[in-house]
């Protein structure tokens, strides 16, 4: 959030990639989604895991302009003067997938928690919208025991985690494994399955390795923050708040993603932010710990 309160529109970009870790999440999508009157991205590609740097080497080698001296990797290649952010995005995941395996197979198993996706933000906008008529309807239901299963560790279901246990989990698995579970409502399986076509709509391109099982290439590869069912583990997001936040010096907080279409101490859960502030907050700490309620 902090980029967006310094940068306005007139710094919008088409591309924005980072090489940080744990960035490939909706809440970060929405935060740079273009838009009128602020800063924006048209695709992002970013690293929902702890991982290495990607193969941008390989990337601009296959970017050749006609009559160019050939690349020493194959084609097909990409002429920059009509390659568009999302063609861009989809190469870079393309021939990062294959800097991955080439890594993976001369190190076996040094690879295997690498992932990375591009995504389309002007689409990020539908995912959040889709996600918070799903929390309205989980809170509706009082259906946290079996959504949370969803999540797991647990019998019925272990969504892809990207932190080994960390809140940060894979949202096109998690909603897919909602939208087929029969012990969840019809109303509550439809939202899940609005959640995960959106997921799928904004998703340009994506890989994930072997220590993913089920990932699957386009659709996996964006995260939720989503905590363990656990006392304490909501203690630990003080930063995932819609609120202003300075902790040791760092500005924190202010994310739009948990802000928008909720308005506070209403009474009503809203959006994704305000479900898990219902469900762990109260249990938790008894005292709004991110500075909220719904």
């Known amino acids: 959030p902090e980029l ?6 007139e710094e919008s970009i088409d591309f924005l990639a980072l090489e940080l870790c744990n960035m490939g999440g909706i809440e970060i999508s929405y935060q740079w989604r273009p838009g009128p009157g602020r800063f924006g991205a048209d695709v992002l590609l970013a690293i929902p895991n702890a991982g290495p740097p990607l193969d941008w080497d390989r990337a601009f080698a296959r970017i050749r302009s006609p009559g160019h001296a050939a690349s020493p990797l194959p084609g097909p290649y990409l002429d920059p003067a009509k390659m568009s ?8 995941i393309e021939e990062g997938k294959k800097g991955r395996e080439l890594m993976d197979k001369a190190r076996p198993g040094r690879g295997a928690h690498e992932a990375a996706g591009a995504y389309d933000l002007t689409r990020a906008a539908d995912v959040k ?8 309807a ?13 999540r797991g560790p647990g019998p019925i279901g272990d969504a892809i985690s990207y932190d080994e246990g960390g809140p940060f989990i894979d ?3 998690l909603c897919r494994r909602a939208a087929d579970c029969d012990a969840l409502s019809e109303r509550i399986r439809g939202h899940a399955a609005e959640v995960a076509k959106a997921v799928d709509a904004m998703m340009l391109a ?4 072997g220590a993913y099982t089920g990932f699957e290439d386009g659709k996996h590869g964006v995260f939720v ?3 363990v069912d656990e006392p304490g583990r909501w203690k630990n997001l003080t930063w995932y708040t819609p609120k202003e936040r300075v902790e040791g010096g760092k500005d924190l907080g202010r994310w739009a993603f948990l802000a928008d279409g909720a308005s506070e101490a209403n ?16 249990a938790d700490d008894k005292g709004g710990v991110n500075g909220y309620r719904p």
């Open 138 to 150: 989980l809170a509706g239901e009082d259906a946290r025991e079996v959504f949370m299963e969803m």
């Open 267 to 282: 009474g009503k859960v809203e959006n994704w932010f305000e479900l898990l502030d219902h469900w762990f907050d109260t």
């Open 129 to 136: 919208r889709a996600l918070d008529n799903l929390a309205v």
């Open 85 to 92: 952010a999302a063609d861009f995005g989809k190469l870079v």
């Open 206 to 209: 994506s890989f994930g390795m």
């Open 4 to 9: 967006s309160r310094v940068l306005g529109a």
């Open 171 to 173: 949202l096109y698995d």
């Open 225 to 227: 923050t989503l905590p």
